[in-house]
Nanobody, 115 residues
Framework: QVHLVESGGGLVQPGGSLRLSCTAS????????MSWYRQAPGKERELVAL???????TYADSAKGRFTISRDNAKNTVYLQMNSLKPEDTAVYYC?????????WGQGTQVTVSS
């Protein structure tokens, strides 16, 4: 059974940092591209960052220079280090596993940036 479990969300002040983790089970993690998406209230879900099977990262413009995506295949975990957080980063953050045949989603973790 496939599971993607996100953790690390919470309340942080503007300018602060958070590190999100997503731990996978039930599939061969190293053969999937992994990504982080977010969805703010009243908005569509949007891609934040993606890391390929070969560990090449890609970022949305809103994340460039502030967020870093990484993966540890030995731990079946993908991370999102978020620095210089802004109120507009407030959203539920989801991880996604993708290969040409399957997509899996986690249940999300709430990130709230507020003073």
């Amino acid at each position: 059974q496939v599971h993607l479990v996100e953790s690390g969300g919470g309340l942080v002040q503007p300018g602060g940092s958070l590190r999100l983790s997503c731990t996978a089970s039930g599939f061969t993690f190293s053969t999937y591209d992994m990504s982080w998406y977010r969805q703010a209230p009243g908005k569509e879900r949007e891609l934040v960052a993606l890391i390929s099977i070969g560990s090449k990262p890609t970022y949305a413009d809103s994340a460039k220079g502030r967020f870093t995506i990484s993966r540890d295949n030995a731990k079946n975990t993908v991370y999102l280090q978020m620095n210089s957080l802004k109120p507009e980063d407030t959203a539920v953050y989801y991880c996604k596993a993708r290969n040409p045949w399957s997509n899996y989603w986690g249940q999300g973790t709430q990130v709230t940036v507020s003073s």
